[in-house]
């Protein structure tokens, strides 16, 4: 999710949910120690509960990324042995690390000594010829001997030789019971699955064997499936009734970026995503691309898009669709 769960994009999902967990975009340790981390790490209290995915493999440097994001408040960290990246394996870290549990396991032990807040780790089932079985449980018990609080497994192999991380979103077929048997084989262990989820009728599928459910692309593709979290989830009404009450909210937010200096586009290509299937959504899109881009654009851009979309309950149309996939 690099380059696209950036924190305006959080602060748009927020108003969708407030009861997800959302999840930073993976940022490198390198970058936290020695670059801007103002920028980098900067987060809208709006967003919480939120966490900071690392990527690294150096426990020292990962215990002083955790601790200087924990400074920043938060919720979590997350370590991630499962981005399957060219650019990722060559900085060994990502998936590539799934082949060496002992130093994923000292990492974790390193950060869970420099830090308050949960330590979590988000992994793939496996990768290349390894075997899964094998494979995960291995990972898995070290991490959690080492202090892990939370397992978050995308249930499918990385290739990392071979495939492209594009095909590796796609290609090696998902395997949702091996998740499960992770989950009956280490019953305390709080276990989150993730990988080709594609609304929430699936979301409560998976949670009847395991205790967490992780949505990457379908949600940022089409947000407006988050509308349906807090009501099917978690028994609590949306936060707003429609996409459309939840884009004006985000009102206060984008001036308030627009008056440090943020282009509107920056924030509003999160929304392209917004009313997808919906009359008037193609003129909405077609909108903010030709204008949001635009030196001084403002917020009427945005309102002027939304008028473009129809009005005859698009948002609830969407959400029942969602329910009955």
Not at 169 to 189: F, G, H, N, S, T
Not at 223 to 250: C, G, Y
Not at 271 to 282: T, W
Request: a neutral charge.
């Amino acid at each position: 999710m690099m380059d696209w769960t950036d924190r305006h994009c959080r602060a748009f999902h927020r108003q969708l949910s407030q009861r997800a967990r959302l999840y930073t975009e993976m940022v490198t340790t390198g970058a936290v120690i020695h670059g801007d981390r103002k920028r980098l790490l900067g987060f809208n209290a709006s967003e919480q509960p939120v966490a900071l995915q690392l990527g690294g493999s150096d426990p020292q440097d990962l215990a002083t990324s955790a601790r200087i994001g924990e400074d920043f408040g938060y919720a979590e960290i997350n370590l991630n042995v499962g981005c399957p990246s060219d650019r990722v394996q060559s900085g060994r870290f990502g998936a590539c690390l799934m082949a060496e549990p002992q130093l994923v396991a000292k990492c974790v032990a390193e950060m869970k000594r420099a830090v308050r807040v949960p330590v979590t780790v988000k992994c793939r089932i496996g990768i290349d010829d390894q075997d899964a079985e094998v494979a995960l449980d291995t990972l898995a018990r070290a991490v959690v001997e080492a202090g892990a609080d939370v397992l978050i497994v995308h249930a499918r192999k990385a290739w990392l030789n071979g495939l492209s991380p594009k095909e590796n979103r796609d290609i090696p077929p998902l395997d949702y019971d091996r998740v499960y048997r992770l989950k009956a084989a280490m019953p305390d262990v709080p276990v989150v699955i993730n990988g080709g989820i594609a609304d929430i009728p699936q979301s409560r599928g998976h949670l009847a064997h395991v205790d967490g459910v992780m949505l990457g692309r379908a949600a940022y593709h089409e947000p407006w499936r988050l509308l349906a979290v807090d009501p099917d989830i978690f028994n609590e009404p949306s936060p707003h009734a429609s996409m459309k009450q939840a884009l004006r909210a985000m009102t206060p937010y984008i001036e308030g970026e627009l008056s440090k200096g943020t282009r509107l586009h920056a924030i509003t290509r999160h929304f392209v995503g917004a009313f997808h299937g919906v009359p008037g959504a193609r003129a909405f899109r077609r909108y903010l691309s030709e204008h949001a881009t635009r030196p001084n654009a403002g917020v009427d851009v945005l309102n002027h898009a939304i008028a473009m979309v129809s009005d005859v309950a698009p948002d609830s149309a969407a959400i029942t669709d969602s329910r009955a996939a």
